[in-house]
């Protein structure tokens, strides 16, 4: 953890880690700052990359969503190119949610969102294993989802 962060920056960060839409005046009131000096630290923490975004977490099984699928994926070859060629065309794909470079026996794991598993079969007959050197992929559907995108805790 970076030694310019203070007990008021480690605050922030976690009151907007839990609640993004809090307003600057309601940050600001519950740190114990002004709503000027709550801006300013906020914006820092953005242009620092401490916060990357804030956005809306969806719920998935309102809007045709509701399968997910954890994808592990082989590639034919273990080269920077054949990564780097994978990587650059899995990240086009707008129903991979996160894709991890992994130790073991996949190369990559894929978090994956579809309607259902006729979605997620046309998608990986069509899409998944055309991606650049995929030798293999393993499926595991989801059945219960436990814990999900929970708050980082420093």
């Known amino acids: ?6 007990r008021i920056d480690l605050k922030i960060l976690r009151l907007l880690q839990n609640n993004g839409r ?3 005046a309601e940050l600001a009131e519950t740190v114990g700052v002004s709503a000027a000096t709550c801006h300013r630290r906020t914006q820092r923490l953005f242009e620092e990359g401490f916060i990357g975004a804030v956005r809306a977490m969806i719920a998935p099984r309102k809007v045709g969503k509701g399968a997910l699928a954890m994808v592990g994926v082989v590639l034919d070859r273990s080269t920077p190119e054949s990564f780097a060629a994978f990587e650059q065309a899995v990240a ?8 991890h470079l992994v130790a073991g026996d996949f190369d990559y794991f894929l978090k994956i969102r579809v309607g259902d598993m006729e979605d997620f079969n046309r998608i990986h007959g069509e899409q998944l294993i055309a991606l ?5 992929t393993r499926t595991f559907f989801v059945m219960k989802e436990v814990v999900d995108n929970a708050p980082l805790d420093f």
């Open 22 to 24: 809090l307003s600057n």
């Open 132 to 136: 650049p050197s995929v030798r293999q």
């Open 1 to 6: 953890m970076s030694a310019r962060l203070d």
């Open 92 to 99: 086009k794909l707008k129903f991979v949610l996160d894709c």
